[in-house]
């Protein structure tokens, strides 16, 4: 959603502001991405490595900055903009370019069922992908092959199926933890053990632990008695 997207939102918020007549006819400018805030917030704070032509047209005096990009909405998903679809105009900025992932490739089932959409590409599409060949294509109208993936809750056996198949996962991994619980127990108990024993005081001197000195094995000398 930066590089050639920021360049466009240049080119495309100035016509705007040069053809006042696209905003009341309620042509909308949109930028559609998941971090379509952060980007133009960031934007404006890296004027200085951008061309020089972009860099004059920031006064700092006046506050007026050229990625302010007044006429240009922000949208984070397509299902934002799918109410006003029908009923409004719109420029909708969208990545990726290949159509393969991102709000471009939900938004493109939406446009290509009408004659009255375009989709216009900025570069060339990477070979293999969706963007690719619309491209090859140049005769119209043609059939294209949209893989359309929609999420949908689980009924009836494969439910069940499921529902076993996460039992026995959840059986399982109890098991692991009890085996490991235990291993970790052991670990515990014999460290403890361990330090108790190196940590014992030693033996008294003369005590039962210990062979008494050998001086006091020595029978005592025997008295001697004069006169």
Do not use: Y
Request: proline share 7%; net charge negative.
């Amino acid at each position: 959603a930066s590089g050639r997207c920021l360049e466009l939102l240049l080119v495309l918020d100035k016509l705007w502001q040069e053809e006042p007549g696209l905003a009341k006819r309620g042509c909308r400018l949109v930028l559609c991405h998941a971090m379509a805030q952060n980007v133009v917030r960031l934007s404006r704070s890296m004027s200085e490595w951008m061309s020089s032509s972009v860099s004059d047209a920031f006064d700092a005096l006046k506050g007026d900055h050229p990625f302010e990009l007044r006429n240009v909405e922000v949208a984070h998903s397509i299902g934002e903009l799918r109410p006003d679809l029908a009923r409004r105009p719109a420029v909708i900025l969208a990545t990726h370019g290949s159509l393969e992932c991102g709000p471009a490739r939900d938004l493109l089932p939406l446009v290509a069922s009408s004659k009255l959409h375009r989709v216009i590409f900025t570069q060339r599409a990477p070979p293999g992908t969706q963007a690719a060949k619309l491209q090859r294509h140049t005769q119209r109208p043609f059939n294209l092959n949209l893989p359309v993936h929609v999420k949908q809750a689980l009924e009836g056996k494969e439910l069940e199926d499921w529902e076993r198949a996460a039992a026995a996962a959840r059986a399982e991994q109890s098991e692991v933890d009890d085996r490991q619980r235990f291993v970790d127990e052991i670990k515990g108990f014999t460290a403890s053990a361990a330090s108790a024993v190196a940590g014992a005081s030693p033996a008294a001197p003369g005590s039962a632990l210990e062979p008494a000195p050998e001086s006091a094995l020595e029978p005592a000398p025997e008295a001697k008695s004069e006169g």
